[in-house]
């Protein structure tokens, strides 16, 4: 080789051959031990209850975790290497090795069919086709279809089989059964939960809880002390008696007599005189002591109103808040009002009041884990009121459920 070196103009030039960089060994060393941890996940995919340590066992080798067929739920599995030196391989679970153990048994679609003759109350579906490892059963309800034949915004409702198993009819009543996962009936609000802020004089009367603003000008109202995050993500259902108004300052319902609920992204609010009710500021209905009802759709966006059994707002739009939580009484700094508060209950899914008559239904089941498939949609007709017109029939036998064959017990 030769090597001609010349003026650099100023810049200096090494040639040195065979030139490598500097060799640094790999900072790690053999796992001596692993703990393995689980977390438990819900039929819809979500964790339920906290990450459980197994214990930390030796790298090299295997363990054996018991299987519980008619309980298990599908499982996430985190594994966290250790040094010698008790140094972890990383810092969270949610570094770990991770794999999922899905349990799931019931992946077959159910038989689902119309069992006799449907009322303009009630009708029964059959259910065939699933195992003794169904431990929930996921029904949706719509009432119309999309394009694809697929339920636009259904009901969902989940029954769990406990320490039995899944019955094999399903009752659908046409008036929707209220379940509140919070109710305020009467007495003091702050036994019930309830913050009292203003000062308002507020005491027990006509079968309720009395607010008396008048003549404060200031705003006096409970506020429930818990309430659950993002309470709109599911659905939600709010249903009261119109509290009784003795005396307002205002010309029709406002503020001063009031229930607001919101969940940080939108806000619904109730405003009540002695005869009529408004849903966000929007038209006057007249209530006549009847029930108040509050359907808010999935995520929130929009809601129904429904006073007794009649729909009289449909699709109305929430107003953007960053508040969160349900007050009820004088909202209002310059209005004041005398009124008595009553029964409050919400739940956390859309519950209308009544069903259309016509209904699509779809079943499905789950073993502990994921849901497997969905059934066919059954289309189902409930009988008029007063039974002018029928409603759907049929002669769907959901039984025998299981069957064996002959040769398999030869």
């Not at 009752?171 to 009292?196: N, Q, V």
């Not at 007599?257 to 109730?270: C, F, H, I, Q, T």
Request: proline share 5%; hydrophobic share 40%.
């Amino acid at each position: 080789m030769d090597l001609i070196l010349k003026p650099s103009g100023g810049a200096n030039i090494v040639l040195r051959p065979q030139g490598r960089a500097t060799y640094y060994p790999p900072a790690e060393v053999d796992p001596v031990e692993v703990e393995i941890w689980r977390r438990e996940l819900d039929a819809d995919g979500k964790f339920t209850g906290d990450a459980v340590s197994l214990g930390r066992f030796p790298s090299v080798g295997r363990i054996e975790i018991e299987n519980t067929p008619d309980t298990d739920r599908n499982i996430r599995y985190y594994a966290i290497s250790y040094a010698a030196d008790g140094t972890p391989d990383v810092s969270s679970l949610e570094d770990a090795v991770q794999v999922t153990l899905l349990v799931k048994r019931e992946t077959a679609a159910p038989n689902i069919g119309q069992v006799g003759d449907a009322t303009a109350d009630s009708v029964t579906v059959g259910v065939s086709g699933y195992t003794r490892f169904a431990r929930k059963r996921r029904v949706k309800i719509a009432e119309s279809l999309d394009g694809g034949g697929a339920l636009v915004d259904p009901i969902v409702a989940v029954s769990d089989a406990g320490g039995g198993q899944l019955g094999d009819y399903v009752e659908i009543a046409r008036a929707s059964t209220f379940t509140p996962a919070f109710a305020y009936l009467d007495g003091d609000p702050a036994a019930a939960g309830f913050t009292k802020t203003g000062t308002a004089p507020a005491e027990a009367g006509a079968g309720g809880w009395r607010i008396n603003s008048a003549g404060t000008d200031a705003a006096t109202y409970y506020t429930l002390d818990s309430f659950p995050a993002d309470a709109f993500d599911e659905g939600f259902t709010l249903e009261l008696d119109p509290p009784a108004v003795a005396a307002t300052d205002a010309a029709g319902p406002a503020q001063c007599v009031a229930l607001r609920v919101e969940d940080g992204a939108r806000a619904y609010e109730l405003a009540f005189d002695a005869d009529e009710v408004k849903l966000n500021g929007g038209g006057a209905h007249a209530h006549g002591d009847m029930k108040v009802r509050l359907v808010v759709a999935a995520g929130g966006l929009t809601a129904d109103l429904w006073i007794g059994d009649t729909l009289v707002e449909d699709n109305t739009a929430g107003a953007a808040t960053t508040g969160e939580g349900l007050s009820f009484g004088d909202l209002a700094m310059a209005d004041d009002a005398d009124a008595v508060w009553k029964r409050i209950a919400y739940a956390l899914t859309p519950v209308p009041t009544k069903l259309s008559r016509t209904i699509y239904v779809t079943v499905a089941h789950s073993s502990g884990g994921a849901y497997g498939a969905e059934s066919d949609v059954l289309e189902l007709t409930f009988a008029s009121e007063g039974e002018t017109q029928n409603g759907s029939t049929g002669d769907f036998d959901p039984t025998p459920r299981f069957k064996v064959d002959y040769e398999e017990l030869v």
